[in-house]
């Protein structure tokens, strides 16, 4: 289907600890969005990768995304508290506004 | 400010009554669309809209309904709320031609 399945579903690190979440696509995707969410909070836009193979980098966070635009994954270097939220995928879907969203992958960072 | 804002940012209702969530932007967006985040499940699209007047299911649009009469408003009607819409709820809009998607700082609607 158009889902896309994230992992791990929950990650507690030690400050200082780098952080990957994976976001997997059992078909091509167009392209990859990533979102953070803190705790009572909305959603905020991260990133889109569209190319093949891309990758983009912002300060301590690295997305990438598969040589087969089936997959994505987002690193953090050296988790500070800031880090701690819940990081989505999104994939769009048929028809524009149409957009499909991971499960999430909610870290908990300890000082 | 650019923002979305919507409207209760908590709701404690009971079954069968009727409720509006209203969400409005002010970036002139022509997408708006409206989500469902349940635990575990991330966030579902419920219904969005690409245009004035021009609207369309999402996911799991049963039991709700939206209008779009204008461009900056898009409402999320509960005709009549059941507990398994107990759920946080999100509007989001974004630019036509971007699909950076902007959100509002959420409803929890609590149905009894």
């Known amino acids: 289907g158009q889902q896309v399945m994230q992992i791990p579903q929950y990650q507690h690190v030690q400050e200082g600890e780098d952080f990957t979440t994976y976001c997997n696509s059992s078909t091509t995707l167009s392209n990859i969005q990533w979102y953070k969410q803190r705790p009572g909070g909305h959603p905020v836009f991260l990133i889109q990768?569209?190319?093949?193979?891309e990758v983009k980098k912002q300060k301590r966070l690295t997305f990438q995304f598969g040589e087969a635009k089936k997959n994505s994954s987002l690193h953090i270097t050296a988790t500070q508290t800031t880090d701690v939220g819940t990081y989505f995928c999104?994939?769009?879907?048929?028809?524009?506004?149409?957009?499909?969203f991971g499960s999430g992958t909610k870290l908990n960072v300890k000082p | 400010e650019a923002q979305v804002t919507q409207n209760p940012r908590y709701l404690i209702t009971v079954t069968g009554k009727k409720l509006t969530v209203t969400c409005s932007q002010n970036?002139?967006?022509?997408?708006m669309s409206w989500y469902r985040q349940d635990p575990g499940l991330g966030l579902r699209q419920i219904y969005y809209s690409m245009n004035v007047e021009v609207t369309d299911k999402g996911d799991v649009p049963e039991g709700y309904k939206v209008s779009r009469k204008e461009k900056r408003n898009f409402p999320l009607i509960l005709e009549s709320p059941s507990p398994n819409q107990t759920s946080l709820y999100f509007c989001a809009s974004s630019l036509k031609g971007d699909e950076k998607l902007f959100f509002g700082s959420g409803t929890q609607l609590s149905v009894l």
């Open positions: 970036m002139n967006h022509e997408y």
């Open positions: 999104a994939r769009r879907g048929y028809g524009f506004n149409k957009f499909y």
């Open positions: 990768l569209v190319k093949s193979g």
